[in-house]
């Protein structure tokens, strides 16, 4: 079955330190490749998606991620944090193919201090 | 856009009784999914429908759980009899066309808490 590894369950960074979350997924064939995030008290929001073309995708707020295909990863990075980044972060994957459901990671809480 | 619409916000109830979840998906779409989020298992995936038909429902957890789509602007869950451990916050997200051919919209969540 197919899965999501985000191995940095709690990140704590100061203002303006960079950022990268890692995300690794075990399936082997096309992929679509999302990162949402969740601000406290909120709901899932979309970050980014990539689906083909340029591996290195650019989202809101200044984030961005790079897909590997080599290596089945897919990190998000930012390259300075604000406060306002805490939230959790979800690394989610797609089959092109078979069962086309949404597969999660266990998420990411990213703390920023002032 | 109002966006994914649930209701209740929150819900208590006692173990036994039956729970119903709702959720108007946004207009237009005709993909809906219903996931579970908790500290143990993070976001599950329930179930999903594509146009009001249940796709998948290899995540709904046992036959306590069942899901409604009756028509494209309407769903439910629900859950009878509830126990403790269905304590979770749910959510609804819709979006068009097939699951992960596009983004999927989050509604704000029903936080349900079995006693």
């Known amino acids: 079955a197919q899965s999501v590894s985000q191995h940095n369950h709690h990140v704590i960074l100061s203002e303006a330190a960079s950022l990268e979350l890692g995300c690794n997924y075990s399936y082997g064939g096309t992929v679509n490749l999302f990162w949402y995030v969740q601000y406290p008290g909120q709901h899932l929001q979309l970050l980014l998606k990539?689906?083909?073309?340029?591996?290195l995708v650019k989202g809101i707020k200044g984030f961005e991620a790079e897909f590997i295909k080599s290596k089945f990863s897919f990190n998000l990075r930012k390259p300075s944090v604000q406060w306002s980044d805490t939230a959790e972060y979800f690394c989610?994957?797609?089959?092109?193919?078979?069962?086309?459901?949404?597969?999660f990671g266990s998420g990411t809480r990213l703390q920023v201090q002032p | 856009d109002a966006g994914v619409i649930q209701s209740p916000r929150h819900e208590v109830t006692e173990m036994g009784q039956e729970v119903t979840l709702r959720c108007k998906p946004i207009?237009?779409?005709?993909?809906l999914f219903w996931y579970r989020q908790t500290m143990m298992r993070g976001l599950e995936l329930l179930i999903y429908?594509?146009?009001?038909?249940?796709?998948?429902d290899s995540g709904m957890p046992e036959d306590r759980f069942s899901a409604k789509m009756p028509n494209a602007s309407f769903s439910t869950l629900k859950i009878q009899p509830s126990e403790p451990r269905d304590s979770a916050v749910y959510f609804c997200?819709?979006?068009?066309?097939?699951?992960?051919?596009?983004?999927?919209?989050f509604g704000p969540g029903t936080r349900l808490t079995v006693l």
């Open positions: 207009s237009g779409h005709n993909s």
């Open positions: 990539y689906f083909s073309g340029d591996p």
């Open positions: 989610a994957v797609i089959q092109y193919t078979g069962r086309r459901a949404l597969t």
């Open positions: 997200a819709s979006s068009p066309g097939l699951a992960g051919d596009n983004e999927q919209f």
């Open positions: 429908f594509n146009n009001n038909v249940p796709i998948d």
